[in-house]
């Protein structure tokens, strides 16, 4: 079992920045794909970034250059560093992880029409005032 507890969202103004933090604990073999994930009020939940245990990353288009996603030295801290946020990023940002490392960022990419993540946390808002 994985458990996955977000923190660090907020209200911003358009412009600012935010930085989401992700604590992992379980099983780290279960852990091989972590992940940011959002849904705003009204929208299906999409893939933001997503880092394997190689250490490849993705992000969707939508916040590439904007967005870092990271993890401290023992993976047991997923970060999302939030900069230049527009109005459009406001959501409910999820952490996930997968057992799945190899497929990870197809995973992350595809969503949701591929495979689901294995596991979740409950979420954390963030709000992006114009």
């Known amino acids: 079992q994985v458990q996955l507890v977000e923190s660090g969202g907020g209200s911003v103004q358009s412009g600012g920045s935010l930085r989401l933090s992700c604590a992992a604990s379980g099983s780290t073999s279960s852990r091989n794909c972590m992940a940011w994930l959002r849904q705003a009020p009204g929208k299906e939940r999409e893939g933001v970034a997503a880092i394997n245990n190689d250490g490849e990353i993705t992000y969707a288009d939508s916040v590439k250059g904007r967005f870092t996603i990271s993890q401290d030295n023992s993976k047991s801290t997923l970060y999302l560093q939030m900069d230049s946020l527009k109005p459009e990023d406001t959501a409910m940002y999820y952490c996930?992880?997968?057992?799945?490392?190899?497929?990870?960022?197809?995973?992350?990419?595809?969503?949701?029409?591929?495979?689901?993540?294995?596991?979740w946390g409950q979420g954390t808002q963030v709000t992006v005032s114009s």
């Open positions: 996930a992880a997968d057992q799945n490392g190899p497929h990870c960022l197809y995973q992350l990419v595809t969503y949701p029409l591929g495979p689901e993540f294995d596991y």
